[in-house]
DNA sequence: CCCCCCCC
């Protein structure tokens, strides 16, 4: 019987090339660390051209040669492998392939000799290329020295765990505990306390990754003192003898099943030699436009440019009575959409309101507040401002060439109370045919318009600070403002918009009021950015309308005839104004065509 | 062994 071994895949592979799911020959097999549960096995593999020794077997499939399952000469195909670039004790890199998953095709028994005539394959990536020591075809387990782990982190020579083979994240799990990773700290938490039924202490916790995997580690109590402050991020480390269990995923978006606890055995080192394999970050990132199809609460990655900027805002939380402080980020990318990110506490205080960083975000929580949904940083997230990324830099230029103005559907915008009426787009010729309100409740109804006159006078105000009560404050010209409605005065105030606007489409045109969120929709701008302008940067607010005249939305719209000075008039209210997704209004617009000619598009 | 992560 013939056996097809995947000739000339061991070159790829040894390259740093990936090749799916070779078939090879095992001609040899040697323990080198460990004993018992522990023990670690390096192959000699063979793919009928070329044989390589420095192949390990992952610590799971140990039982497969100690049963005698997988042999000398066995033929099997390597479903999962990872490799990864070794310190070769002075001599440059050498490439070692681990073998996560295999499956024998044929065992040694029945295919009995060795195929074809493979040669050593050489390591090209050092210029001594040694050859692989010839390894016995015979398993004889010779007890191999024992490896004796540093227990402290004084006097731990990095370099003796840096000739040692290291472990890839992708193969930890909680039935092995004898291994070393060599990872990237991609994010340290602060140090908190808790105290439960259970017990109380102090914790924080890191997420590592190396070309492999990603996964979180938590040092608690001792170990939290222990390796708080030597842990840092983008630092790489070599880790070893940690506890692993399953991870919850509610609390993390890491690709891992497991994650882990420091424990007193723990040992870190530093990483002294140059590590740039040991990547940086893993993101998964979602497109803007995406996120509105996402379950709340769950955790997600996104990269976008920041837009605007809202002042920073201090409120008090309501069950615990906790001072906070927040910023409101809108952020897009080139999807079209446009999503509001919420930065807390330093994050949101040191954020420089005069940039249009490129913002990228891992595990931000989706929160979802009267319909509309956002980000929210937590102390978990990692956020970064302009990372040297491939991605980064696409956005940037995407921005920095027209993408700054696209047109963007904000999943974010505060829809208002507006539930009625139908999504059908009408002209406003149609609602005066109608006769949209005359009745006694009012009517709501949709169109595409255009913004073709904002009145900016009073279009600002100081309103009162209550949480409930938005009533305009009168100044006393004391520095105190008066509010008729909760008859105090105030020494602080909110701004809030009232804005008036004409609204045209092909049909007519009508006169419409936006209060302080549609407006600030409609503006692109927080309430207090538009006060602040008005106050101070008279140029500019008149530039904000300026630009704001002839731009297109999707105005959900409320009407209603009410009576002044004994004269009639139909007084209406923007609910919603929202960018127009030219997608669905392209078949909107397609179907009201097929409607009125009756043809099939 | 934490897992709170805030506000409208």
Request: glycine share 6%.
């Amino acid at each position: 019987m013939a056996y097809n071994l995947s000739e000339g895949s061991l070159q790829v592979i040894m390259n740093g090339g990936h090749y799916d799911k070779p078939v090879m020959q095992v001609l040899g097999s040697k323990k080198i660390q460990g004993s018992g549960a522990n023990e670690k096995y390096r192959l000699l593999v063979s793919d009928g051209r070329h044989s390589y020794s420095f192949a390990m077997l992952a610590i799971q499939l140990n039982d497969k040669l100690i049963t005698g399952e997988l042999s000398d000469y066995s033929v099997v195909q390597i479903d999962r492998f990872v490799t990864s670039l070794l310190k070769n004790t002075g001599k440059g890199e050498k490439r070692v392939m681990v073998i996560l998953d295999i499956t024998i095709l044929a065992p040694g028994s029945q295919v009995g000799k060795k195929i074809g005539n493979p040669q050593t394959l050489t390591d090209e990536s050092s210029a001594s290329a040694a050859p692989a020591p010839a390894m016995q075809p015979v398993p004889k387990p010779t007890p191999a020295p024992q490896r004796t782990m540093p227990v402290t982190t004084t006097n731990l020579d990095s370099s003796i765990l840096s000739s040692q083979m290291t472990h890839p994240i992708a193969s930890l799990s909680p039935y092995q505990n004898k291994w070393v990773i060599k990872v990237r700290v991609m994010n340290k938490s602060p140090i908190r306390s808790w105290s439960n039924a259970r017990g109380e202490g102090t914790l924080f916790s890191m997420d590592l990754c190396d070309e492999t995997g990603e996964i979180r580690a938590t040092a608690f109590k001792n170990e939290c003192t222990k390796f708080y402050d030597m842990i840092q991020v983008d630092k790489v480390y070599y880790i070893s003898r940690c506890q692993l269990k399953t991870a919850n995923k509610q609390f993390t978006n890491l690709k891992n099943d497991y994650e882990m606890t420091f424990t007193s055995e723990t040992v870190v080192a530093e990483c002294m030699e140059e590590a740039s394999s040991v990547p940086t970050i893993k993101y998964d990132f979602q497109p803007i436009s995406e996120i509105a199809n996402k379950t709340p609460d769950s955790l997600l990655d996104v990269i976008g440019v920041c837009k605007m900027a809202s002042d920073l805002q201090e409120l008090t939380a309501r069950n615990t009575g906790k001072q906070l402080k927040k910023r409101e980020l809108t952020l897009v990318d080139s999807s079209g959409g446009a999503v509001t990110l919420t930065l807390w506490g330093t994050e949101a205080e040191k954020f420089d309101v005069n940039s249009n960083p490129v913002i990228t975000v891992k595990g931000a929580r989706l929160a979802e507040f009267n319909s509309s949904k956002s980000l929210s940083c937590l102390a978990s997230t990692m956020v970064r401002y302009n990372p040297d990324l491939p991605e980064a830099h696409k956005l940037r230029g995407w921005y920095d060439q027209g993408g700054a103005n696209m047109d963007i559907v904000n999943i974010s915008a505060k829809s208002g109370v507006y539930t009625g009426g139908s999504n059908e787009w009408i002209s406003f010729a149609d609602a005066e045919s109608r006769q949209l309100g005359s009745g006694e409740k009012g009517d709501y109804y949709s169109l595409l318009g255009v913004v073709t006159f904002l009145f900016t006078d009073n279009a600002v105000y100081k309103a009162c600070p209550q949480e409930q009560c938005n009533k305009k404050l009168v100044d006393q010209e004391n520095g105190l403002f008066r509010c008729e409605k909760c008859n105090r005065e105030y020494p602080n105030f909110k701004y809030r918009l009232l804005l008036a606007a004409n609204v045209s489409d092909p049909s007519g045109d009508q006169r419409v009021t936006a209060f302080n969120e549609t407006a600030e929709a409609m503006l692109g701008r927080p309430a207090a950015d538009i006060g602040r302008m008005f106050e101070y940067d008279k140029n500019s607010y008149l530039e904000l309308f300026e630009e704001v005249k002839f731009k297109t939305f999707v105005f959900k719209l409320r009407t209603k005839m009410e009576t002044y000075n004994d004269e009639a008039r139909l007084k209406t209210i923007v609910m919603n104004a929202q960018p127009v997704d030219y997608k669905d209004a392209n078949a909107k617009l397609i179907k009201s065509i097929q409607t009125m000619t009756g043809v099939e598009l």
